[in-house]
């Protein structure tokens, strides 16, 4: 019992350090198509995934569009995202994507999946991941849009992660989570988030705000700052842990 625990404690970090980290990046471009734009994207993971789906306070695009960013550990993120189908009120589209990208080849994810996105801010995807070594997950998250008016934003979000490890003696498992991310004049910005795995009795918190230090039509600078904290009797007893970083985005 006491070998399996803690091969299940290895695993758990390996996981986390692949596929849940907190940090946020030192750079980050947003390579974007602005034809018939109406707003900001309503689903949007934040490059770097923290423990449950992170979405922006914004409106529905209906664009080609995708994402560039470097993490601190000098390995590159790709996202994108491909309209299918919509109307006035709504868009089904395409979403994939390869995380923590070498230069020298190899990767840390790759994901593919849907996303429908409501031009009232609320949201649903059903997203696959593969993690090499680690084995294979699938996430349903959705986004509602709680208020929404000239000055402030504030949505609520929640998710369910299946990770089926290619290990065999691992068995399957489940992570849910969930949060509240708040704006204020597209200036300043605040989230909250929570993450359970019963497998593995931990849970995850984190509490991050966002700062804009600069924005034009074309272009847009933030800060990032915040706390994470994990918490696990198989786990040494951890502190909240600071994570900081600036956001560059660019539009195109």
Known sequence: MFAKIALFTVFLAGVSSMSIPYGRPAFYLDDVNYVNDDGEDVYFKHPQESVYPIYHNSRVRRQVHGVINTNPDGTTNFMGKLPLAGNDQNVLSAIGGIGGAKNGGGYGSASAGLALDN??????????????????????????????????????????????????????????????????????????????????????????????????????????????????????????????????????
């Open 119 to 252: 031009v009232n801010g609320h949201g649903l995807s059903l997203t696959g991941k593969h993690i090499p070594s680690i084995g294979d997950q699938l996430t349903a998250a959705g986004k509602a849009n709680l208020f929404h008016n000239d000055h402030h934003d504030l949505s609520a979000n929640a998710f369910a992660t299946k990770t089926m490890p290619s290990n065999p003696v691992i068995p399957n498992f489940n992570t849910y989570g969930g949060g509240l991310d708040y704006m204020y004049n597209n200036k300043i910005g605040a989230s909250l988030g929570a993450a359970h795995t019963d497998l593995f009795k931990r849970t995850d918190y984190s509490a991050m705000g966002k700062l804009n230090l600069f924005h034009n039509p074309t272009s847009s600078l933030d800060l990032n700052a915040g706390f994470s904290k994990s918490i696990s009797p198989y786990m040494p007893s951890q502190s909240w842990q600071p994570s900081a970083g600036l956001t560059f985005s660019k539009y195109f």
